[in-house]
């Protein structure tokens, strides 16, 4: 069971992919899956600002257009960010507490597959028919309506991946809740596992929402039910409310983790401990907190009334508080520290002037009278890309530096990276600064082009061009990490020399279990604490050599993510849609309809059978081999990492 | 601790769902889903309270008519006894009596199907007097609200049942008794959302 000795063919490495259940490869998985619709949402993206370069442009057609802005934001949200950094979240969190794998491997590779086929499912839309074409809010009144499959699409698609999505957030709490190390108290975790934890409470209680709200969408198109039609007595705003209630959480699960990030790589690179950790973790908890009473301010516009209004908008005003403590935590851990400015570095000092202009324009917008004048303009498509660019994408790009050491042994190029921030820093501001005055000169978002002479040309083609210098931003970064897999392996623990957690204490490349002993944690920033009293081995140990447990690899979250898959075909062939009655969607005949629902569900119910009748105790790997592998693993870094 | 040791009632742990890591992380897994359960019926409750006798113009049904308390009721007994049993059968489980685990958990099922039948029953009357899935954005909203608790229970019943096969000739022991541990909060858990489907649907319903 050694994970190095074992020479394995193309094949083998496949396999061991598909049913691995270790988080160090699961993380790999996100890291790849994310990348791939993070690059294709980019392009989406490309696409979009090349059509508004100029003014009267037909580069692209206004379905298209429709069609590219919906799956630009579904995907980036959904399938881009939130993977990434749940691919952080697997690497390092379990790492951080000193677990040796997390509560429910299992359920984390099944969370991991749900995502992965629900994402494919959506981006087939693509090839069979067209895109979902009414905005990510997708919005009851216009999708209702949307003709073809699009809109099936997105239901069926988001809510395989939602659950995906619910399944490791519930993973993650439980891990953090019970998988800590001895003396890994709540008030010693690393700040990126507190905010992982919290993002997954908000994963736990925003989803749901999302989840209930899919489905009233799927049956109302699909089965010809009546929540949205108000001809039937249904009501439209449901929808938005139910969207909204996951929505406006769904921001802080995507920003909290990125916070964390941020608050350990600051602390390495000032080489100083956190400033307020206390105030930190309050914060956190906080803005989680907040963040699911404020949802209505999306729906300022509506018409719900001036009370209600004035109560969400007080409401969205007071996040603005824990928000600003963590930056001025941040600011003062950096405030007489003996700073190196590396590439991670670089992009935590980018991301706080870049996400306090997009806090400060999110403040303007909670005043209910001002969003009257920006809902639906430009101004706001600025704000929120200065949101989740400026903390969300530096945040990734950042951590991707920092702890690439760390996941693949290898570290990326800190001249080309220091280059790629430079393009994309500069880029994201072109892009998007301008685009407040776009905003307040009256562009509304989602058009899929505009008229000359209105005083918007300029500023539309400098922002094409920062979009296309971000592209390129993306495409280096890239080639660094295609570069980095010719490097030689650092076969070494701490690559930042100022590593304070315990992921840092760990040498590369890691063995399976992580922990030949488990760690005693001894305070906050325990590898800190090590390396001040002079320990050369790392940690101390809270237990002795011993056999370690271990679960076992398995391919049933594979194949349940596909039966899943097969069941959305079926749904979303109904022909007792509306579209299908419509003759405006192609369907099939009500069996092979039933038949793939059925035996969709049915192979999904099946491996949950065989999953909770076939007993599986995992494994242990003995004393013995434990040593053997750490002495394989110590022959294989004095080689210099060749076998 | 070695799961599949055999354990006697004497040595048999006080917690023993909770007496093994795994067993640890299934207790703390499974109150925390049910916390996100919740939100899934809150949602739907929210849309049903939003479309009550909501219909198209001069809709004849109303809740005030369609619903009456003694089915109702009679369903409502059913699925409170059963969580009753399914204690009954978390007591054994304590005494390490397996024989009486089995037995309550299949009682246990047996009043679930009870309330499922009913629950049909109800539901094909509704569809036979016109009442269907699709009439109206009032019985959309019935239909999905009492629907999705019918599936839980279904999903309950599918799983207890599992659990009463695979493990009704070997004993209790730390492996499993975790399982039934979790699938019995599971039932209680049901069985809180259907006091408020009682509640809400029914009396709020019948009372105006």
Known sequence: MSSVAKKKGFGGHIWDYLTTVDHKKIAILYLAAGTLFFAIAGFEALLIRVQLMIPNNDFISAGLFNELLTMHGTTMLFLAATPLLFAFMNAIVPLQIGARDVAFPFLNALGFWLFFFGAVFLHLSFFLGGAPDAGWTSYASLSLYSPGHGIDFYVLGLQISGAGTLISGINFIVTIITMRAPGMTFMRMPLFTWTSLV???????????????LFLMLVDRMFGANFFDHTMGGNTIIWEHLFWIFGHPEVYILVLPAFGLFSEIIPVFARKRLFGYSSMVFATILIGFLGFMVWAHHMFTVGLGATANAIFAVATMAIAVPTGMKVFNWILTIWGGSIKVTVPMLYALGFIPSFVAGGVTGVMQAAAPLDYQLHDSYFIVAHFHYVIVGGIVTALFGSAHFYWPIMFNRALN????????????????????????????????????????????????????????MGLGVILLVINVLISIKTPPLNRRDYWGDGRSLEWALETPLPFYNFKQLPLVRGYDPYWIEKEEGNKEGMVYAEPMGDIHMPNNSILPFIMSIGTFIAAFGALYSPWGDQAKAGTAESVSPGLSLALLIGGLGLTVLCMITRSVKDDYGYHVHKEEVEQVEKELAEFRAKGGKR | MDVNQKFTPQNWPQHAETATMEGKNKFVGIWIFLASDTVLFASVFATYLALKDQGP?????????????????MMTMLLLTSSLTSVYAM????????????TWMAITVLLGLGFLALEIYEFQHYVHIGFGYTQSAFSSAFFTLVGTHGLHVIIGLVWITGLILRNAKRGLTLYNAPKFFAASIYWHFIDVVWVFIFTVVYLMGVLG
């Open chain 1, 414 to 469: 800190e001249k080309l990276g220091v280059l790629t921030f430079w393009i994309f820093f500069i880029g994201f501001h072109l892009t998007f600064f301008l685009q407040h005055f776009l905003g307040l000169m009256g562009m509304p978002r989602r058009v899929f082009t505009y008229m000359a002479d209105q005083g918007w040309d300029t500023f539309n083609f400098i922002s094409s061009i920062g979009a296309l210098m």
């Open chain 2, 57 to 73: 113009a001069g809709m004849e049904f109303s809740a005030q008519g369609l619903f009456e308390l003694p089915l109702a009721f």
């Open chain 1, 199 to 213: 993002s997954s409470t908000l994963i736990l209680f925003a989803f749901p929402p999302l989840t209930a709200g």
């Open chain 2, 91 to 102: 007591y054994h489980m304590k005494n390490h009596n397996a024989k009486g685990v089995i």
